[in-house]
């Protein structure tokens, strides 16, 4: 079967050429943010859904009506891609976007705005062996040969959305910069979301109480968004997301890396880390 993985470099980045275009990031760059936006920004892998989920029930106090019947690109369409200006033309009111960019795409952009921002990070480990898993049946990606292959360009941050490590560094150094920006990890969300949703519903200026807050939970799960169409990508045809390679909602769980990575690979890695990250103050949990 043929594959839809052209790219589309852009201040020299790859991005999906299937979805992206050189006038849709240069629309993302230029947008006109509004002080009631939701933004929510990731690096791929990192509980982007996840977060969509979230702030979808949050926003509507718990019903689960337009997590169930409109797919989570739709409504917190990412902006960036082709289809997005059309998205958002039609949508009243508070609007939730997605953005994979890395802050310095956005900054100009942002600076001023008081939109409110998400940042969700998970740990890198976790974040490469789902990127892989993700290459193997996302079409519009370059289909990856080996794990060791796919994490040295991880390293080097020539995969598609760029650098882990840029993405990172430059949208969490920015807590004095941006208005409204809340920081959050994968893993806390993991470990405890209640208290995540509490935390992520309070900056929103939307607490949920009682049923509110035990609905969003609920449908927030792993396994209820596995079986929620509109955010498991079945409905994806199999020409661009093809689920007999892999599910989108693949394991969900903190430390997966260890099944993957070898003494060696985990040497590599770690000295890169600490070469990158030796100025950022971040810390992740890589186990549980
Ligand atoms: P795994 O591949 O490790 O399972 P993104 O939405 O940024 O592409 O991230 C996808 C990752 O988030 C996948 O990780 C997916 O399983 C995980 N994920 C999505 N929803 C989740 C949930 N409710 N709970 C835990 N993990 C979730």
Not at 28 to 53: C, N
Not at 71 to 81: G, S
Not at 171 to 189: D, K
Request: proline content about 4%; some cysteine; charged content about 20%.
């Amino acid at each position: 079967m043929a594959r839809l993985d052209v790219t589309e470099t852009f201040h020299h980045i790859s991005f999906p050429g299937h979805i992206h275009t050189q006038d849709s990031l240069n629309y993302a760059l230029h947008f006109q943010f509004q002080d009631r936006d939701t933004v929510i920004a990731t690096y791929p892998k990192s509980g982007t859904t996840w977060m969509q989920e979230i702030v979808t029930l949050v926003k509507n106090r718990g019903d689960p009506q337009l997590s169930k019947t409109v797919p989570n690109w739709a409504r917190a369409p990412w902006l960036e891609q082709h289809y997005s200006a059309k998205v958002l033309e039609a949508t009243q009111g508070h609007r939730i976007l997605t953005t994979h960019l890395p802050y310095n795409l956005l900054a100009s952009a942002l600076q001023g705005s008081k939109a409110k921002v998400i940042y969700v990070a998970r740990n890198p480990k976790d974040v490469a062996v789902s990127y892989y898993h993700f290459h193997k049946m996302a079409k519009f990606l370059p289909e990856p040969n080996s794990f060791d292959e796919f994490l040295d360009s991880f390293l080097e941050g020539s995969v598609s959305y760029g650098s882990w490590f840029d993405h990172v560094k430059g949208w969490t150094s920015q807590a004095g910069v941006l208005a409204n920006v809340l920081y959050i990890s994968y893993e806390e969300m993991w470990l405890d979301l209640q208290g995540s949703m509490e935390r992520i519903s309070s900056f929103l200026q939307c607490p949920l109480v009682g049923e509110e807050l035990t609905n969003s939970l609920r449908h927030c799960s792993f396994s209820s968004m596995s079986d929620n169409a509109m955010v498991n990508y079945t409905q994806i045809p199999k020409e661009i997301m093809d689920h007999s390679k892999g599910k989108f909602m693949r394991k969900g769980i903190i430390g997966d890396w260890r099944n993957t990575f070898t003494e060696k690979q985990i040497g590599i890695f770690d000295t890169v880390y600490s070469y990158q990250m030796k100025d950022c103050p971040l810390t992740f949990m890589w186990d549980w």
